[in-house]
T-cell receptor
Framework: TQLLEQSPQFLSIQEGENLTVYCNSS?????LQWYRQEPGEGPVLLVTVVTGGEVKKLKRLTFQFGDARKDSSLHITAAQPGDTGLYLC?????????????FGSGTQLTVLP | AAGVIQSPRHLIKEKRETATLKCYPI?????VYWYQQGPGQDPQFLIS???????DKGSIPDRFSAQQFSDYHSELNMSSLELGDSALYFCASRPENTGELFFGEGSRLTVL
C-alpha cells in the first residue's frame, strides 16, 4: 500500500501571506497530482508532475516534485480568500496499480480577508 | 467542454434500503473510478473499470457492486444501506495514457 501524508492538516492564514503544503511518502510514484476541492464539489485537478525535481508554476502556485519522486510541495504566494479549499495530493503507482490514484489526507486551507 | 456527469446529486435513503448512483464519463475516457468521501476525509478508492472490465478494487463493501456498460456509463449499486454509508460519492474518468482524473460533482447520499 502506498501512503501519502500531507502536512499541515489545517492551515489558517491572512490574505497576502505565503504558505507551503507538503506531501510525503516512502513510496515512489510515477506521477503526482494536486487537486483542490471546495465543499460539496468534486476535486479539480490543478497540476500533474512527472519528472523528479520538476517545478511547475500556475500563477501564484508553485508545485515541486521531489528528486526521488516520493514527495511534493505546493507553495502559494500572496494567498487570497479565493484560494480557500481542501488541497489534495494524489500519487499514481509505478506498476500494476498505475491506473489507481492514492490520495493524501488533505490540507484544509482557509485564507482570511 | 463535457465533464463527468453524476446522478442523482442528492439522495436520501433509509437503513437497509438500496441505492443506485450513475456516472457518465467524459467521452473517449477509457477508465472510470468510484470514490467515497466521508465528512472531513479524503476520497477513498472503491473500484475502477477499464474498457468496461473491472480493473482495480479498493475498499468497496461486499454490499456494494458496480459495473460499466457498453456506452461506458457506470453504476454503483449499494444495498442494505447503513448509516455509515452516508457520504459523497465521486465518479472520475481518466483518458488513456495519462494519470489525471477528472471528477464529477459527486452524489451526496444520506442514510437515515
Amino acid at each position: 500500500t502506498q501512503l501519502l501524508e500531507q502536512s499541515p492538516q489545517f492551515l489558517s492564514i491572512q490574505e497576502g501571506e505565503n504558505l507551503t503544503v507538503y506531501c510525503n511518502s516512502s513510496s515512489v510514484f510515477s506521477s503526482l497530482q494536486w487537486y483542490r476541492q471546495e465543499p460539496g464539489e468534486g476535486p479539480v485537478l490543478l497540476v500533474t508532475v512527472v519528472t523528479g525535481g520538476e517545478v511547475k508554476k500556475l500563477k501564484r502556485l508553485t508545485f515541486q516534485f521531489g528528486d526521488a519522486r516520493k514527495d511534493s510541495s505546493l507553495h502559494i504566494t500572496a494567498a487570497q480568500p479565493g484560494d480557500t479549499g481542501l488541497y489534495l495530493c494524489a500519487g499514481a503507482g509505478l506498476r500494476g496499480s498505475a491506473r489507481q490514484l492514492t490520495f493524501g489526507s488533505g490540507t484544509q486551507l482557509t485564507v482570511l480577508p | 467542454a463535457a465533464g463527468v456527469i453524476q446522478s442523482p446529486r442528492h439522495l436520501i435513503k433509509e437503513k437497509r434500503e438500496t441505492a443506485t448512483l450513475k456516472c457518465y464519463p467524459i467521452p473517449r475516457h477509457d477508465t472510470v473510478y468510484w470514490y467515497q468521501q466521508g465528512p472531513g476525509q479524503d476520497p477513498q478508492f472503491l473500484i475502477s473499470f477499464y474498457e468496461k472490465m473491472q480493473s482495480d478494487k479498493g475498499s468497496i463493501p461486499d454490499r456494494f457492486s458496480a459495473q460499466q456498460f457498453s456506452d461506458y456509463h457506470s453504476e454503483l449499486n449499494m444495498s442494505s444501506l447503513e448509516l455509515g454509508d452516508s457520504a459523497l460519492y465521486f465518479c472520475a474518468s481518466r483518458p488513456e495514457n495519462t494519470g489525471e482524473l477528472f471528477f464529477g460533482e459527486g452524489s451526496r447520499l444520506t442514510v437515515l
